[in-house]
């Protein structure tokens, strides 16, 4: 019996970083390769998250700098923000990334479909802009995952993340729905740039699998430095004002808050919706996530995911491993299991705050009292000189038994650049007494990490 012919080897769904990293590997092994997505290539993290969110993150710095300044000599006069020529210059940056993206899938000869894209069966994609359908001999979904918008009244007036950098103009109050990450870098960004911000959240909990110390550091700091919180509080309902404004009305809360913008930012779950996965035979999970196994691969032998899409872990560097691996796999003979262990994370609040490894909380409860904790409480060099009180947080975790290092958690200034380099001694099972026989790299924040007594 002859061999089923396909029109591709790989049909990719989603060009975001799992399905164009999974897509240009595929390629490189000669495989035939399309991809669609129905928004702009580069995804979630390069079109409306990481990259342009970190970027507005750089620009509200300006502020503190500004702030400091003086401190240091300098005379700085006629300050001015204007959030249209930040908005726009991150917006730029955006469509040069989203052109390099599709740039690299030409330049490895990947068919690109500019539409949406659902599977019509287990070898078979239907494009919804053409109405055709193609066939292919693995299909991969890397959809990544979409924002979650409570259901309450009044929140067709509410924006999330991916609204959010297309503000007309600078909102004078903010109101933002939610504590995790997503939530806390916003609320930096627009208190660094004069907005008064309300962080609202359903528990009491801010940046759920966080170590506990540094939590409460950022609470602190971020109190400090005007921004108000309502826990316990869930939304009840958005009203729209006469004048443009919003009446945010919580449970439990006697009085609404006034807001000209109301941000949700309460998670994000997999972009399954209408995605035809049905017709393959796959049933997906209590959060519409896609079931795989280690190696990407659905109940549908011919069906991969990866990414956030499958709901293991939400970060752009795993989907584009996990889509590398998979590309490997299936066409270079190469059998890559990915290691999910010691996983370095930030979030770009203000200050960072970042970790690898367990938790002190996590920790004990795997290894019971035999934990050791040691920390360092410090007053960056530069926060002295500009006269502020804000003190870095370090903390290194170890198991008394083994001295090995079993966690590093850090709150303070480039605390994301210093945990990057701090992750590969975790993950490659060092020793405090390795940290301690590093002579110190003086004088400098990362050298409490070789202090730590």
């Not at 960004?189 to 801010?206: K, Q, Y």
């Not at 550091?217 to 404004?245: H, S, W």
């Not at 209590?286 to 872990?313: L, M």
């Amino acid at each position: 019996m002859a061999e089923q012919v396909f029109d591709y080897d790989l049909f990719v769904i989603g060009a975001g970083s799992g399905g164009v990293r999974a897509s240009r590997i595929a390629a490189s092994h000669g495989a035939r390769v399309a991809v669609a997505e129905e928004y702009r290539i580069g995804g979630t993290c390069v079109i409306r998250g990481c990259v342009p969110k970190k970027l507005l993150v750089y620009g509200s710095h300006f502020a503190e700098e500004l702030q400091d300044a003086a401190n240091y000599g300098w005379t700085v006069e006629k300050m001015h923000f204007d959030w249209p020529t930040l908005r726009d210059a991150v917006l730029r940056d955006v469509d040069r990334l989203n052109a390099a993206y599709t740039t690299t899938l030409e330049n490895n000869k990947v068919e690109r479909f500019l539409e949406r894209a659902t599977i019509a069966g287990p070898n078979a994609v239907r494009l919804a802009g053409s109405g055709r359908e193609v066939t292919a001999r693995h299909i991969l979904v890397a959809t990544g995952a979409w924002p979650v918008m409570p259901d309450f009244p009044g929140n067709e007036h509410c924006i999330t993340s991916n609204e959010v950098f297309h503000l007309e103009q600078l909102p004078r109050r903010v109101v933002i729905g939610g504590a995790g990450y997503i939530a806390l870098e916003f609320a930096g960004i627009f208190n660094a740039l004069g907005c008064h911000v309300t962080v609202v959240n359903r528990s009491e909990t801010l940046l759920r699998g966080y170590d506990e110390s540094l939590r409460d550091r950022l609470l602190q700091i971020t109190m400090a430095r005007g921004i108000e919180y309502k826990f316990n509080a869930p939304f009840e309902r958005v009203e729209q004002r006469a004048d443009g404004a919003f009446d945010v009305v919580l449970k439990g809360q006697p009085d609404p808050l006034c807001a000209d913008a109301v941000l949700i930012a309460t998670g994000r779950r997999p972009n399954t919706d209408g995605l035809g996965l049905e017709n393959a035979g796959i049933t997906l999970g209590a959060r519409g996530e896609i079931p795989v196994d280690a190696n990407g691969q659905t109940s549908c032998p011919s069906i991969h995911a990866v990414g956030d899409v499958t709901d293991r872990v939400q970060l752009t560097p795993i989907a584009i491993r996990e889509g590398h691996a998979l590309a490997d796999r299936l066409f270079g003979g190469r059998q890559t299991t990915l290691d999910y262990d010691c996983i370095p994370s930030a979030v770009f609040s203000q200050p960072p705050l970042a970790g690898v490894g367990l938790t002190e909380a996590q920790a004990r409860e795997a290894f019971g009292g035999n934990v050791k904790v040691y920390s360092s409480d410090f007053r960056p060099m530069k926060n002295i000189f500009a006269h502020r009180p804000e003190r870095g947080l370090y903390k290194m975790i170890v198991d008394a038994a083994t001295d090995r290092v079993l966690g590093i958690h850090m709150i303070g200034p480039e605390a994301p650049e210093i945990l990057q380099a701090a992750a590969i001694a975790v993950k490659a099972g060092l020793t405090k007494a390795d940290f301690d026989a590093t002579v110190a790299l003086h004088p400098s924040m990362a050298e409490e990490l070789v202090l730590m007594r």
